[in-house]
Antibody
Framework: EVQLLQSGGGLVQPGGSLRLSCEAS????????MNWVRQTPEKGLEWVAY????????YYAKSVQGRFTVSRDNAGNSLFLQMHSLRPADTALYYC?????????WGQGALVSVSS | DIQMTQSPPSLSTSVGDRVTITCRAS??????LSWYQQKPGKAPKLLIH???TLLSGVPSRFRGSGSGTDFTLTIDNLQPDDFATYYC??????????FGQGTKLEIK
C-alpha cells in the first residue's frame, strides 16, 4: 500500500522560504514520477510540480516557476519541495502525490501559510 | 495549457439517485482523465483512471466514460458514503496537469 508521510509547512512571512518533505513507502519509489498539488477553498486543487522517476526532469505550474524547486532522494525514498519568495497567494494545503494510475497515493497534506 | 471545465459545481441529491458529473477539456486528451473523490479533511482518493477504468475496490456503481474532450462520471444508486466532492484531472502528455473545479454532492 502506498504511504506518503509529509513534514514541513508552517507560517512564513512574505518573501520567505520553506521546505516540504514527503517520505514514501509501500512501493518502488524510484520507479515512479511524483507530484506536488496544493489546495485552497477558493481555487480547489492546483497541480504545482512534477518530477520524473530519476529526478532529472521537472515541470512547474506557471504560478510557481522560478520560485519553487522539486527534488527527490531515491536512496531515501523522499520527495521535497523547496519554496522561495513565498507570497500570500501561495497559502494552501500542499500534498505530495503519486498520480500514477497503478500506484496512486497522496500524503496527508501540509499547511503553508504566508502572512506578515 | 489544457483547461478543464467541470460541471455542475454542486448537486443536491438523495440516497438512491443517479448522479452525472461532466468534465470538458479544452483540447483532445484522448483518455488521459482521472476522477477523484475527496471528503472533508482528507486527501483526494483516486476512483477511476484512463477515463473509465475503476480502481480495485471502488464500487461498481461508479462509472466513467468519454474520450477526446468530453468525459462523464456517473454514480448509480447513490449511497450515504458517496456524499463528497469529486474532481477530474487531466494528465495528457507532459505537465502542466489540470484539475476540474470540483463538484460537491450534498444531501437533499
Amino acid at each position: 500500500e502506498v504511504q506518503l508521510l509529509q513534514s514541513g509547512g508552517g507560517l512564513v512571512q512574505p518573501g520567505g522560504s520553506l521546505r516540504l518533505s514527503c517520505e514514501a513507502s509501500g512501493f518502488t519509489f524510484n520507479a515512479y514520477e511524483m507530484n506536488w498539488v496544493r489546495q485552497t477553498p477558493e481555487k480547489g486543487l492546483e497541480w504545482v510540480a512534477y518530477i520524473s522517476p530519476n529526478g532529472r526532469t521537472a515541470y512547474y505550474a506557471k504560478s510557481v516557476q522560478g520560485r519553487f524547486t522539486v527534488s527527490r532522494d531515491n536512496a531515501g525514498n523522499s520527495l521535497f519541495l523547496q519554496m522561495h519568495s513565498l507570497r500570500p497567494a501561495d497559502t494552501a494545503l500542499y500534498y505530495c502525490a503519486s498520480m500514477n494510475d497503478f500506484v496512486p497515493g497522496w500524503g496527508q497534506g501540509a499547511l503553508v501559510s504566508v502572512s506578515s | 495549457d489544457i483547461q478543464m471545465t467541470q460541471s455542475p459545481p454542486s448537486l443536491s441529491t438523495s440516497v438512491g439517485d443517479r448522479v452525472t458529473i461532466t468534465c470538458r477539456a479544452s483540447q483532445n486528451i484522448i483518455v488521459h482523465l482521472s476522477w477523484y473523490q475527496q471528503k472533508p479533511g482528507k486527501a483526494p482518493k483516486l476512483l477511476i483512471h484512463t477515463a473509465s477504468t475503476l480502481l480495485s475496490g471502488v464500487p461498481s456503481r461508479f462509472r466513467g466514460s468519454g474520450s477526446g474532450t468530453d468525459f462523464t462520471l456517473t454514480i448509480d444508486n447513490l449511497q450515504p458514503d458517496d456524499f463528497a466532492t469529486y474532481y477530474c484531472l487531466q494528465t495528457y502528455s507532459t505537465p502542466p496537469y489540470t484539475f476540474g473545479q470540483g463538484t460537491k454532492l450534498e444531501i437533499k
